[in-house]
């Protein structure tokens, strides 16, 4: 067979979750090829050109940490950077940055493309190839079939994608693209459950014809703060945003034309994301305001298009035509491009693992918006994830699980896989309950380690990250041992009213030592919060314990006849691999739990034989770090030799063996190596 | 292992001679096993899955020649108690009857139930809360009438509804502060502004101390059994504490009325039982309301008496037993303390004979030194009875209020973080841990160390 048609890995869609995961498959040695529609729209934004923001901009430095493409794109081609929240503390701080659209896109086209063992290649997959139930491959449109061991499969909003402007349907899966048609009869072939979810976008208008002399001016930050914990300053200029509102008159021809919006009159039924409804769902929900912002993005530095954040609409053209004059600064405003809706097929998440792996068919993955999620960020994340597992399933290596209280990454593939969604999935704050310590400040010291571990953290990356360690480490010495008065710079620095500058002046030898700021930034965080860390690193001890209190996987809930009928079902969709797990899943209630407890513990004899299919399953034993132990010899690789206390350690158990019956296997207790990374602890 | 599919019955009335008695069926076989003798008035079609059905009619019972008169009601899973197939029995309330029934159900295939299996089952059917179970539990528990009553408020929610209500505003709470973090672009999320979040969390935290005031109220948790020697003025109470607590005797008697004017406390070993024995200040006659042994005013008493009379109404209102004293001479009559555990002593035996009337009352002369071991073992023994039943309430409203002071804790620090003008994200987890809290109160958070109560209480995989 040709070897053109043969890889380790076949990534399916160059959106943002393809990009990741193929450079990550690429970069983990394995011949990988990224097959899109397309070769001129990889890492297009379909929506806003927008990378960041709550919650999201914390994804992305993750991403990053991990040796991810994400920070590294932004910041070379962002036009506008702020940092939100920044009146709030620093675990709120989130970074947020408008893009130059094409620049992007040109960037992560050229990434791609220059990736060794990465072949980008423009085709249409319309089919997949299984043996055994295994993964085989890919069937293109003309019939070309591609082998592989692994598929990641990141189509986003493409599968039997649908786009609404009023009346007027037009399939295709983002405005002047085709859809994917093939793809989601060949996943309901082999068994996957599809529902559809919709979304919107808003239209887009020529900046020559928009008044901005009336507007009110939204500036970037004046220190703009990059992404990748490799990106030095960000010296390019900085564009503005401009900041609009609907008004009653805007709200009357809406209301007027509601039943002419696909949402009203019945032509969709799929539901839209609850946080990022159309102007038309606002001005329904919320009838009693009479004004909502827009924000007017530029799309780049070459080109005059805005984009018109806060008004996603699928009314009609001519509805659309009619309400932009209305609006403050766009009175004689030209529309390039009109809203739209659109419909698209997504897998429901809890038919994967947690490596991101689909239950029903080993080696093929899914990743992105195919998931239920929406946005770039959360896309990027899961193709990093997918991308990394499907290279690590290969060489039959545990896979890589981030576990909730080591990442917002691992919030969202565990809310994912556990909970399901049942609108488009984006990431908050608050969805993840150990977020003080889930920071963009700290994402590097989080995860760059075991970025490093899996080998996706290259040197370059793996050096910076050691300086940077060393500063902190630096600091905090200082910081530990310099007393004034008795009390520690440490302990002063712990008073809310007391700043570096203030410290500083107190002590000079700490103005030496501030040359790096990221590292005074930080230990200023660690002080700051001090008490508060401390608290949710126990809350994360206890969360451990439970998610590391294992159900056998082919736990038979039929035979737990006490279980609620809703709960057995739920349970035998979801298979929980821990009490933990088992008890996010929705529709669970502490009964379930209870009662699913006596079952595991009245059955504690025969558990041992459970709990050695458990292990002996190719199952993923979560990379736990913790505080590095000073007595430990320093790791291999370490650029300084020594062992810097601070460092994080990555601990994996040996995978027990993969073959042999369950008789013989060992039983290993699935033993508890997470611990969760202190930055105070001594 | 508890087999929880099984049917099971058990009589599910208190014991003793009573107008009705029931016997509950729960289990698969619960109506085939009541329909084995039971004959309906009326011959009419049962419905398929009878849920809260009546039927008059009466029961043939073994031994017995003529039928037993009986209510039948029966329920169906899931709408049930237990969420299984129930079945009750309803019967004159004569233990004979009530216990042939239990034997009927017996030989047809049912077991008997374990003691808090009907509320296990209704556990693990999602029926009750943990909170609930417990109460419930306490119930069967429960055999003095106050510990019933206070078990039954809280079946009844008596905790559960202030602590749902409470836990339902904190939770509005932390949504505004929420909203305020993951939406700070937003213009529409309005900020609830740091003086009225503080008052807000405020008011919540005094909602939960008040809370935890009535169990104080409610409960006493020392670590030793409290034993009070209570009764009118002179009636040798002092002088009964000086045998009772032997060496460290320490009380001043004298024959004067009046005497013991503060409490006088002394660790005393019954039968291996330890107690803390108080001395109170005696009733004088004039403080009295008559009518029902109640103190009517402190006014016009001496200051001192007066303070003494209010230290020893706080006392009795704690402890686990009243010694109430009379003199043998005293032809008043006892004084009572509704819903305290008491035994009656007679003292100063010495004196004159006590009357043989009540016969429950002991006898006792401290200057002879007689009766004193009796009254001792007495106290041993009736202590050990209350201190069993006590344990499922106990255990109850010490994990409440453990719940209950750890979220008023974690209200307080959330205030602290407003009024401190941290960032809401610490506001937020005071808030969240706060939640948890409560969560655990009412059941909506269960933890390990529940579940082990839970373990340790029902019989479960032993």
Known sequence: MNDRYRYDVIVVGAGHAGIEAALASARLGKKTALLTLNCDSVGQMSCNPAIGGVAKGQIVR??????????????????????LNRGKGAAMHSPRAQCDKKAYQFLAKMTVESQPNLTLRQEAVEGLMTLHGRIEGVICRGGVKYHARAVVITTGTFLQALMHTGEIKTPGGRAGDAAATGLSGSLRELGFELKRFKTGTPPRINGRTIDFAELERQPGD???????????????????????????????????????????????????????PSIEDKIVR?????????????????????????????????VQDAIIPLIPGLGRAEIMRYGYAVEYDYAPPVQLEPSLETKRVPGLFLAGQINGTTGY??????????????????????????????AYIGVLIDDLVVRGVDEPYRMFTSRAEFRLLLRHDNADLRLTEIGRSIGLVDDVRWA??????????????????????????????????????????????????????????????????????????????????????????????????????EARDQFERIRPRSIGQAGRISGINPADIATLLIHLKQGAVKMSAAEELFDRRESPIELGIRPFLQDEPAREGDCTGQSPPRLLRIERESSAPKTGSAATAPAIEPEVTTKPYDPLAT | MLDLESTIVAIASASGASPRGIVRFSGADSHAIAFKTFAPVRREPIPPKPSGLWLAGSLKLPGWFSPVPVDLSLWSAPRSYTGQDMAEIHAPGSQPILDAIVDLGLTSGARRAERGEFTLRAFLHGKLDLTAAEAVHAVVAAESPARLESALKRLAGGISTPVERLRDRVLDLLAHVEANLDFAEEPDVDELGRERLAAAIDREA????????????????????????????NAGKSRLFNALAGSQASALVSPIPGTTSDTLHAIVDCLGLKIELVDTAGFVEDLFDDADNKIASHEHAPTIARSAALLRDEILAECDLVLLCKQSLDTNPWISFPGRSSLLVWTKIDLRDPP??????????????????????????????????????????????????????ALRSAAEAVATSFGDELVALDLRLALEELGKVVGAVYTDDILDRVFSRFCIGK
């Open chain 2, 206 to 233: 005094a909602a939960i101390d008040e809370l935890i005031a009535r169990f104080h109220a409610r409960d006493r948790f020392q670590s030793l059994p409290k034993v009070v020697l209570a009764g009118p003025a």
């Open chain 1, 62 to 83: 993750e991403i990053d940490a991990l040796g991810g493409a994400m920070g590294l794109l932004t910041d070379a081609t962002a036009i506008q950077f702020r940092l």
């Open chain 1, 286 to 318: 919320f009838a009693d305001r009479d004004e909502h912002q827009i924000f007017l993005e530029p799309e780049g530095r070459n080109t005059l298009e805005y984009y018109c954040n806060g008004i996603s609409t699928s009314l009609p053209r001519d």
């Open chain 2, 356 to 409: 043989s009337d009540p016969p429950s009352a002991l006898a006792t002369s401290a200057s002879q030194g007689i009766g004193v071991d009796r009254l001792k073992a007495a106290i041993a023994s009736r202590l050990n009875d209350d201190l069993r039943e006590n344990d499922a309430t106990d255990s109850m409203s010490t994990r409440c209020r453990e719940g209950l002071s750890k979220a008023s804790l």
């Open chain 1, 464 to 565: 910076r990250f050691r300086d940077r360690v060393s500063a902190i480490e630096r600091l905090r010495e200082i910081l530990r041992s310099v007393r004034i008065a008795g009390d520690s710079l440490e302990r002063i620095l712990r008073r809310p009213e007391t700043t570096w500058a203030d410290l500083v002046a107190l002590e000079p030898s700490l103005e030496a030592a501030s040359s790096d700021r990221s590292a005074v930034e930080q230990v200023v965080v660690e002080c700051k919060y001090g008490g508060y860390i401390d608290r949710q690193t126990r809350q994360i001890e206890r969360f451990a314990r439970l998610e590391h209190k294992a159900i056998p996987i082919d736990l038979d809930y039929r035979r737990i006849p006490q279980l609620r009928i």
């Open chain 1, 377 to 406: 960020e959360e896309a990027a994340a899961q193709g990093l994830i997918a991308g990394i597992n499907a290279a690590r399933s290969i060489d039959r290596n545990e896979p890589l699980i981030i576990d909730r209280s080591q």
């Open chain 1, 222 to 276: 004046e220190d703009p703060r990059p992404f990748s914990f490799l990106t030095g300053a960000i010296v390019e200029p900085q564009l503005d945003c401009h900041i609009t509102t609907t008004n009653a008159d805007v709200h009357a021809i809406i209301r007027e034309n509601i039943h002419r919006a696909p949402m009203y009159s019945g032509q969709i039924q799929s539901v839209g994301p609850r946080y990022c």
